[in-house]
């Protein structure tokens, strides 16, 4: 049970390139989101997704794209890189049932460099 | 608005002082949860703790131990004897109850614990 992963775990971009990060979890989780981590900011919600097929927009979801095509994945684009999109980018997944309800478990992060 | 305000940026103190990270919160509803997560220096953001708003009991775990009042609105986490290992930014967050249970983050405290 690997839980949520992550991949890849580094990555550096020069502004105008695309990139996809790939989230997988093996919890049979319905919910998953992704968040970015900047700086004296937390954690942002950029999109996120309640089941297969879908998505909805978070807190900050501009110049993002997502999908959710099997429930275990949720691939988060970015379709032209910026330097302002350099950041660490967290995944996280929420089952909805059991006793830690409402709980989202977190992967080990992506690290992004946009030059 | 929901809103989650960790004061403290950042805190030091010498090995096996106590420490008390504070958290504020803001919301309109009747029902939401509260969680505290541990970042350390690997990056990783691991679960500590859940509460709903209904339990106002305070919880004890090993040297942790949360102080939740809703009067106040306030999710306290104090660190007894605090260790060298403690050191990371901790994070306060907000859930609403029901539909998403999308979380609104804190910006952190930095915990520095000193030899």
């Known amino acids: 049970n690997a839980g949520v992963t992550q991949t890849p775990k580094f990555r550096v971009l020069k502004t105008g390139q695309s990139m996809t990060l790939l989230c997988a979890q093996d919890?049979?989780?319905?919910?998953m989101y992704w968040y970015r981590q900047d700086p004296g900011m937390g954690l942002r919600l950029i999109h996120y997704?309640?089941?297969?097929?879908?998505?909805a927009k978070g807190e900050v979801p501009d110049g993002y794209n997502v999908s959710r095509l099997k429930k275990q994945n949720f691939l988060l684009g970015l379709e032209s890189a910026a330097p302002s999109q350099t950041s660490v980018y967290f995944c996280?997944?929420?089952?909805?049932?059991?006793?830690?309800?409402?709980?989202?478990?977190f992967g080990p992060g992506t690290r992004l460099t946009v030059l | 608005a929901q809103k989650v305000t960790q004061a403290q940026t950042e805190i030091s103190v010498v090995e096996k002082e106590d420490v008390t990270l504070d958290c504020v919160y803001e919301t309109r509803d009747t029902t939401y949860y509260l969680f505290w997560y541990k970042q350390p220096p690997s990056g990783e953001l691991v679960f500590l703790i859940r509460?709903?708003?209904?339990?106002?009991q305070n919880e004890i775990s090993g040297r942790y131990s949360w102080n939740f009042q809703k009067s106040t609105s306030s999710f306290n986490f104090t660190i007894t004897a605090s260790q060298v290992v403690d050191s990371a930014v901790y994070f306060c967050?907000?859930?609403?109850?029901?539909?998403?249970?999308?979380?609104?983050f804190g910006t952190g405290t930095r915990l520095k614990v000193l030899a």
């Open positions: 509460r709903n708003s209904f339990d106002e």
């Open positions: 919890m049979n989780h319905e919910y």
């Open positions: 996280a997944s929420r089952g909805t049932s059991g006793g830690l309800l409402a709980t989202q478990y």
């Open positions: 967050a907000l859930s609403e109850a029901s539909g998403t249970y999308k979380y609104i």
């Open positions: 997704s309640v089941g297969e097929g879908t998505t």
